[in-house]
């Protein structure tokens, strides 16, 4: 039968496969929460520009109306970006905390695979020290009954 390490070698690698898979879900979220506040960020200066007043120049009612609807819109299209973009932090949180616990699951295991080994080799070296002890006692033992024949 295989030590207890190595049994535990299998489900380490799952674990740690489990842990790469959830490290890239979460690059891939915070590439996504990335674009989405470049998006923000792109449609605020917009609206900024847009919302300067027009210098030097009389406006009609008609197109001073087409204005304030075209910066209510405009507005209407930050909040809902802002929103997109809170979804998509939030996302990248939840994704970043299956890491974390992913990462604490590996290294359970990991200190545990550690422990085995360990154990394992302090086992070993015991039974080593035992056999030198043993052998080390024979020699003795022959020695001394060499010498009570040889008298």
């Not at 674009?35 to 960020?41: I, S, T, V």
């Not at 974390?100 to 360990?118: G, N, P």
Request: proline share 3%.
């Amino acid at each position: 039968m295989a030590p207890r390490s190595q049994r535990l070698d299998p489900i380490l690698k799952i674990k740690q496969r489990q842990q790469d898979d959830v490290a890239q879900q979460v690059a891939a979220r915070e590439a996504a929460h990335a674009e989405q506040q470049a998006r923000l960020e792109a449609l605020q200066r917009y609206a900024a520009e847009y919302s300067q007043p027009l210098q030097g120049s009389t406006i009609n009612p008609a197109l001073l109306a087409n204005r304030l609807a075209f910066q209510e819109k405009l507005q209407q299209a930050v909040q809902q970006q802002s929103q997109i973009v809170d979804r998509t932090r939030e996302a990248t949180e939840v994704e970043r905390a299956r890491l974390m616990l992913a990462s604490r699951e590996t290294h359970v295991l990991e200190k545990l695979a550690a422990s085995y080994r360990a154990e394992e080799t302090r086992v070993a070296d015991q039974r080593s020290q035992k056999e030198l002890d043993d052998l080390a006692g024979r020699r003795v033992r022959a020695a001394l009954g060499s010498e009570g024949d040889g008298r």
